[in-house]
């Protein structure tokens, strides 16, 4: 017994097996063509987001006042989110003060956010011999932080290339040359 689908493309296609192999062959390329153009939008999506974190990161220096961070345009951007209270957070730090003193001649920015009010951080600064560029986060839950210590690193061109959370020894050699060879790339 025939299937009424076969009885069917029998009768379009005039009992060619050939006509009707060629027209699924060509289905199946169409869909594949499809899937693929699927991804490419997907992966664009995936950039457009990836680049547009760094216009929806909102920070404020510790006098109050709005860091607006086209202003470090053509610099790689380092932002370190912490907190006081968190342990590997504070035993970082110093490796940033140290990867930021190795890398000073660079076009490189380091900041540390922290989302806890002015005052807290004033309190920690004071505590700490560390010179390093203390921020106010403005917007931790927006930008879904999972947790801390959290570090973005952003090429020359604005483009998130680096994101981690957890601890790491800034200045050890392997993460030195990490961030000299994203300050080279500017795409």
């Known amino acids: 017994m025939r299937s009424p689908f076969l009885k069917h493309?029998?009768?379009?296609?005039?009992?060619?097996?050939?006509?009707?192999?060629?027209?699924?062959?060509?289905?199946?390329?169409?869909?594949?063509?499809?899937?693929?153009?699927?991804?490419?939008?997907?992966?664009?999506?995936?950039?457009?987001?990836?680049?547009?974190?760094?216009?929806?990161?909102?920070?404020?220096?510790?006098?109050?006042?709005?860091?607006?961070?086209?202003?470090?345009k053509g610099k790689t951007i380092f932002i370190n989110f912490w907190a006081t209270w968190c342990g590997p957070c504070i035993k970082e730090m110093p490796s940033i003060e140290r990867a930021k003193n190795i890398l000073r001649d660079s076009k490189i920015e380091f900041l540390v956010a922290s989302n806890e009010s002015v005052e807290q951080i004033q309190s920690f600064v004071k505590k700490r011999d560390l010179s390093l560029h203390y921020v106010q986060l403005q917007n931790m839950e927006e930008l879904g932080i999972p947790a801390l210590p959290t570090t973005y690193i952003f090429n020359p061109g604005g483009k998130l290339v680096f994101a981690e959370t957890g601890y790491r020894e800034w200045d050890e050699a392997s993460n030195i040359d990490l961030l000299t060879k994203i300050i080279a790339n500017h795409e």
């Not at 950039?47 to 220096?61: A, G, L, M, P, V």
Request: aromatic share 8%; glycine share 4%.
């Open 9 to 72: 493309t029998s009768m379009l296609f005039g009992g060619h097996r050939s006509a009707f192999n060629a027209f699924v062959l060509y289905v199946i390329v169409l869909v594949s063509m499809l899937a693929c153009t699927t991804k490419s939008a997907e992966q664009s999506t995936t950039e457009e987001r990836t680049q547009s974190i760094i216009s929806k990161i909102k920070i404020k220096d510790l006098n109050d006042q709005p860091i607006d961070l086209n202003q470090y």
